[in-house]
C-alpha cells in the first residue's frame, strides 16, 4: 500500500519507478538518462528518475512507450524511501525559469543544463510532473545520494487490461 504522505498524517517519502524487467537490478544506476539525456539530465549527466506515486510513475512511462508496451513487456514497480526529507529540495512551479519547461515537450538545453545543476548541488529533487499537472517527480543523481535511500520494494507490474483493449471492427 501506498504510504501516506506527510500532508495526511505520513511520515514517510517514498518514490516509485517503472522499469523493463532486464533493468530491475540497475533500476538506480541512472544509466538511461545517462546515455540519452532527460527532461531535467543532459546526456552525460547520470540522473534516476522517479515520481511520488506509483500512478504518476505509470504515467510518465506510458507517454513515451504507450500502454500496449506496458501490458506485453515486462516491467518491474520499484519503491524507493529517501531517508531523511530534509535532503529532499522542492522546486515549485514559480521557480522554473520558464513554464514551458513544464509542458509536454521536448526538453530545451536551458532546462536540462537547469537541472544538472539542481542534480549537483541536491541529493533529491523534487519538481512538478508536466506528464501529469498536480504531480510531483523525484529526480536524483545515484552517486550524490548513495546512502540516503533504501529500496523498499519491487513487483512485478500489471497493466490493467482495460487500458490496452482489443481493437473492434
Do not use: C
Amino acid at each position: 500500500m501506498t504510504p501516506l504522505p506527510a500532508a495526511l498524517g505520513g511520515d514517510r517519502l517514498v518514490a516509485w519507478r517503472l522499469d523493463r524487467l532486464e533493468f530491475a537490478v540497475t533500476w538506480d544506476s541512472g544509466e538511461g538518462a545517462f546515455q540519452f539525456g532527460g527532461r531535467w539530465n543532459s546526456a552525460g549527466v547520470r540522473a534516476v528518475y522517479a515520481a511520488l506515486d506509483p500512478s504518476t510513475a505509470i504515467v510518465e512511462v506510458a507517454v513515451h512507450k504507450g500502454f500496449r508496451v506496458l501490458d506485453t513487456v515486462p516491467h518491474i514497480l520499484t519503491a524507493l524511501e529517501v531517508l531523511d526529507a530534509k535532503d529532499v529540495f522542492v522546486v515549485t512551479p514559480a521557480d522554473i525559469p520558464n513554464p514551458n519547461w513544464l509542458r509536454p515537450t521536448f526538453p530545451s538545453a536551458g532546462q536540462q543544463a537547469f537541472g544538472d545543476e539542481l542534480v549537483s548541488l541536491h541529493k533529491f529533487v523534487v519538481l512538478p510532473s508536466a506528464v501529469s499537472t498536480h504531480s510531483w517527480n523525484l529526480v536524483f543523481n545515484p552517486a550524490m545520494a548513495a546512502g540516503a535511500y533504501t529500496l523498499n520494494l519491487q513487483e512485478r507490474f500489471a497493466l490493467d487490461p482495460r487500458l490496452h483493449p482489443p481493437s473492434t471492427r
